[in-house]
């Protein structure tokens, strides 16, 4: 290639090798959030959240925010008030917040939750460069999980 050339190529060379890198580094992870739900305990003074999260890149939830109650401390799994710093989500797998694992724990809700009402979380993800991400979650007051109820029907089948 001539010198010439070379003077009016470099520059577009330069831009789109810079433009591909911001691009690079703006790249957030896709966040998956599916049947989320809260259970409400006998007592109805506070609840526990579940649901399943998948991240494409892997991250860790590092806080949630409720419409329900001041704080959300994550819980390990266990019966236990052992609570979790951050919860991992590797990349590309499904984790399962469900009860007796990790899930999320609405102490001291701020209202009383009924069936079918409904649950704002926020949950903060960070990436392994430290970026953070909100995820909003609208989760259902449930007494079981959809699955769980496709599973195991209230009402028996006629047939």
């Not at 739900?37 to 999260?53: D, L, Q, T, Y």
């Not at 019966?79 to 007796?100: N, Y």
Request: aromatic content about 4%; glycine content about 6%.
């Amino acid at each position: 290639m001539t010198s010439d050339r070379w003077k009016r190529v470099f520059p577009i060379v330069l831009a789109a090798v810079t433009l591909a890198a911001a691009l690079d580094a703006s790249a957030v992870a896709v966040i998956t959030v599916s049947d989320p739900w809260v259970r409400v305990a006998p007592s109805g003074k506070s609840a526990e959240a579940f649901m399943e999260i998948t991240s494409s890149e892997g991250g860790a939830i590092v806080h949630v925010d409720s419409d329900v109650c001041a704080q959300v401390p994550m819980q390990r799994p266990g019966s236990k008030r052992a609570v979790a710093g951050k919860i991992a989500l590797p990349a590309r797998a499904h984790v399962k917040l469900a009860p007796g694992g990790y899930r999320l724990l609405l102490p001291k809700l701020e209202r009383r939750l009924e069936l079918g009402d409904r649950v704002a979380l926020s949950l903060i993800i960070e990436a392994s460069d430290g970026r953070r991400q909100t995820i909003p979650v609208n989760a259902e007051v449930r007494r079981r999980s959809a699955y769980d109820d496709h599973l195991h029907p209230l009402s028996p089948h006629s047939h």
